[in-house]
């Protein structure tokens, strides 16, 4: 529930950004210096979340950032300058992160407890709630303001912790399930043997996070412009990349139950870096659409399991770092799209997530021998 929680609420606010951009009066430029205020928020607060889920716990951490989420996503629809608007964004952006860093930290806790590969359906729970949140967005964009929209958010965030947080509250990692998952609180600092295993599991993250950005914010841009599809065709382009992607991450675990770590994270990359050539490459729109959902199916389960291996090695600290560099990518990724479009093409920049695509296949595959246990 707080996976699908988080999807909803950020889609929710992203659905609402035009509407913010124009009661503030923000220009494309300032507005994009405002929206990094978002990332800037999560990027600091991930590793401080790590810090906190080893003193008091990710449960208590996730509830926490549980009820500061809600109530900060209605803070930008009361904002009427970018200036403003980016220091609030700071809040929300803060709150995003660590809901992040702690509810991972709480999956692999689980994990370790079931004793089944079960990452994937948490990262499906979040598609499944980004989905749901784009789509109440569009539903109701025309009857609410801004304001509204995010107040019935806040509610709705409120009343979802409310049900699901004391449930947590309770319910701690069992002695067992602790030693499975390796040194939670290590009493010396990691090797750095074992910090380079983190750090190569984090790039995995940012290889993957990179195509999501990418794919985000240029894939419609892509089918329009260069294909000359219709504006209705390119907007189906992200929405049917985040269906097989969902799809994908419903089915990770038992994929992972029958291929093991090391070749989903191949075979994953493998094909998502096939399916973005076609994506990017293809001489019409259709061709390309096949290449977004396959790029989907291969990107799904990639982050989880790199996210998962990086928590079970290093526990809060582990997942902090993941999260903040795959979070990267997913900024890396825009920004570094739109310059290669201006100096080549917008076609020739996006078969750059299909290089990263195949660089996280060949890092997985480097990675097959990281054990679980860190030196320390």
Sequence with gaps: MFF????????GWVVRIPAIKQQTGASASTLGLALLGVSAGAVITMMLTGRLCRRYGSHAVTVACGVLLPLSIALPAQTHSALSLGLVLLVFGAAYGGMNVAMNSAAVDLVAALRRPVMPSFHAAFSLGGMVGAGLGGLVAGGLSASAHLFLLAGIGLLVTAFAGPSLLRHRPAPAAVEAAGPREPKQRLSPRARRIVVLFGVIALCTAYGEGALADWGALHLEQDLGAHPGLAAAGY????????????????LLERLGQTRTLVLGGATAAAGMLLGSLAPTAWLALAG???TGLGLANIFPVAVGRAGELAGPSGVAAASTLGYGGMLLGPPAIGFLADWFSLPAALTT???????AAALGYAARNATTSAPV
Excluded: N, S, Y
Excluded at 4 to 11: I, K, P, S, T, V
Excluded at 353 to 359: D, F, K, N, R, T
């Design 292 to 294: 977004f959902a396959v």
């Design 4 to 11: 699908a929680l988080d999807g909803f609420l950020f889609a």
């Design 353 to 359: 997530v299909a290089l990263l695509a195949a660089a």
């Design 239 to 254: 929405a049917l990349f985040a269906l097989t992607m969902t799809a994908g991450r419903l089915t990770g675990t038992l």
